[in-house]
Structures are given as structure tokens and as C-alpha cells.
Nanobody
Framework: QVQLVESGGGLVQTGGSLRLSCAAS????????MGWFRQAPGKEREFVAV????????SYAESVKGRFPISRDNAKNTVYLQMNSLKPEDTAVYYC????????????????WGQGIQVTVSS
């Protein structure tokens, strides 16, 4: 069983930055494909970014491409989402997710989820 714990959320002004972290345990971390999703009030959960187990392949939603680089440190069992140039529309609960085989944008295909962490961007 994989456990995922997010940290690093909070309140930030428009244009500011935050870095989310997600610590994983329970399976060899390098075997996990790691994704970030977000869900704003009244909206569906949406894909943000995903990174392969080696860290060599990454994919992003168009809305965050160029602003939210995803990275991982397999020695620390941690994946990161660096959020730059934040906008009010980035306000959401952000979730870390993991899969042992799927590297796409469909939330339903991920096997493991963190509890979520709030990110609020004030205008």
C-alpha cells in the first residue's frame, strides 16, 4: 500500500510562488509514476502534471505549462511541484497521485492519492 503526504500549500498573492512536496512510502519510489491534480470548488478534479519514475519524462496541462515544473528526488521518495507566477484561477486543493503503470491525465487511472492540500491565490 502506498501512502502519499502533501505539504507546502498555503496562501500567496498573485504572481507569487509556492512549492508543493509529496512524500511517498510503501513501494519502491522509482517504480511509481507520480502525478499532481487539483480541484477547485464546484469543479471536476483536473490534471496538472505527471513525471515518470526516472524523472526523464514529464507532461503538463496547458494551463500550467511553463509555470509549474514537476520534479522528483528518488533518494528522498519525494515529488515536487514548483508553482510560479500564480494566478487566482490556480486556487484549488492540490492532490498528489501515484500509479505503477499509467502516466496519463485521467484521474481515475491513478491507484493512490494523498489527502490534498489547499493552495489559495489572492488577487
Amino acid at each position: 500500500q502506498v501512502q502519499l503526504v502533501e505539504s507546502g500549500g498555503g496562501l500567496v498573492q498573485t504572481g507569487g510562488s509556492l512549492r508543493l512536496s509529496c512524500a511517498a512510502s510503501g513501494l519502491p519510489f522509482s517504480a511509481l509514476i507520480m502525478g499532481w491534480f487539483r480541484q477547485a470548488p464546484g469543479k471536476e478534479r483536473e490534471f496538472v502534471a505527471v513525471i515518470s519514475g526516472s524523472g526523464l519524462r514529464k507532461s503538463y496541462a496547458e494551463s500550467v505549462k511553463g509555470r509549474f515544473p514537476i520534479s522528483r528526488d528518488n533518494a528522498k521518495n519525494t515529488v515536487y511541484l514548483q508553482m510560479n507566477s500564480l494566478k487566482p484561477e490556480d486556487t484549488a486543493v492540490y492532490y498528489c497521485a501515484a500509479s505503477t503503470y499509467y502516466s496519463g491525465s485521467s484521474a481515475s487511472a491513478y491507484d493512490y492519492w494523498g489527502q490534498g492540500i489547499q493552495v489559495t491565490v489572492s488577487s
